[in-house]
């Protein structure tokens, strides 16, 4: 027992015992969401997954929904679970349900002022009708958080709460999304572990990296161009994966695109390479980097 790692043992569960720790921190992740949104609502009158920019842009829900269905990206990495499409609509699923969550708790919560219970007096949908159509919402820049309200958006409601729940289902999309781009071991079928070697570093120091450790990457260049033909390069990135299991190593390059305002970091092609080349890049890779901090 004391042999294995905690990462082999929980890779080892069956198809069952995946799905269940898989479900169970879905539904957990979708619960700790709402509940910590009540808590700072109760006690700062915030209520966060309602945030919206310009209005038209969910940006609360879409946090909320990433953050529910969080919970299926971490127990997939734990159990080694590949993303699928039955992963895709749990995920999506599960974003949906915090939403409504979300808004039952409110419905659970609410008390007239003699201390009645709203649910014991009008049912959910009735309620839900109601608080949709006299919904007001908050407005606030960026040097004035209290500029005013927008009166009650009466049927424009439905269009907010339509709102709402795409962000939530976004959110869910988008945690799938940052799954299906982890390195996984094509032969075993398990998430790689990642190192970086090279973070946003010029074209001269990477030339210089592999030249010190004579390793070639073909193709790396037309890979480069295509990256870069609509967006500027601000820098280009080197990362090492190793499988766990098999022992498989492989590097992917990676480039650095857009402007001071908006980047984004494209992953370009993965390139299997052995132990020994790997420990070469990593070698003037750190060199590469100690003379980079030694000059700042």
């Not at 953050?67 to 499409?85: E, F």
């Amino acid at each position: 027992m004391s042999g294995l790692s905690k990462a082999s043992i929980v890779g080892d569960f069956g198809q069952l015992g995946r799905e269940v720790v898989i479900t169970v921190s879905g539904l957990a992740a979708s619960l700790a969401v709402v509940g910590v949104n009540y808590l700072v609502e109760k006690t700062i009158s915030f209520d966060f997954l309602s945030i919206s920019v310009w209005f038209v842009i969910p940006a609360g829900a879409l946090c909320g929904g990433i953050a529910a269905a969080g919970g299926y990206y971490g127990a997939a990495r734990l159990t080694h679970t590949m993303p699928s499409r039955t992963m895709l609509f749990n995920m999506v699923a599960v974003a949906f349900s915090t939403w409504f969550v979300y808004r039952w708790l409110g419905y659970a919560t609410l008390t007239f002022e003699d201390g009645r219970r709203v649910a014991d007096v009008v049912p959910f949908w009735e309620y839900y009708k109601i608080s949709t159509e006299a919904m007001q919402l908050s407005i606030g820049t960026r040097g004035n958080f209290d500029a005013g309200t927008t009166g009650q958006l009466g049927r424009l409601g439905y269009v907010r709460e339509a709102l709402q729940v795409l962000g939530f289902m976004a959110g869910g999309f988008a945690s799938y999304q940052f799954l299906s781009e982890v390195d996984a071991c094509s032969s075993c079928r398990r998430y790689a572990k990642e190192t970086t070697l090279l973070s946003n570093v010029s074209a001269e120091v990477y030339d210089g990296v592999f030249e010190v450790s004579e390793v070639n990457l073909p193709g790396l260049v037309d890979q480069l161009e295509a990256a870069i033909a609509r967006k500027g390069m601000l820098g280009l990135g080197l990362n090492e994966y190793a499988c766990g299991k098999c022992g498989a190593w492989w590097v992917r390059p990676t480039v650095i695109v857009g402007n001071a305002n908006s980047s984004e970091t494209v992953k370009l092609g993965r390139y299997n390479v052995d132990e020994e080349l790997v420990g070469r890049l990593r070698t003037a890779a750190h060199a590469a980097n100690a003379s980079a901090k030694a000059k700042k």
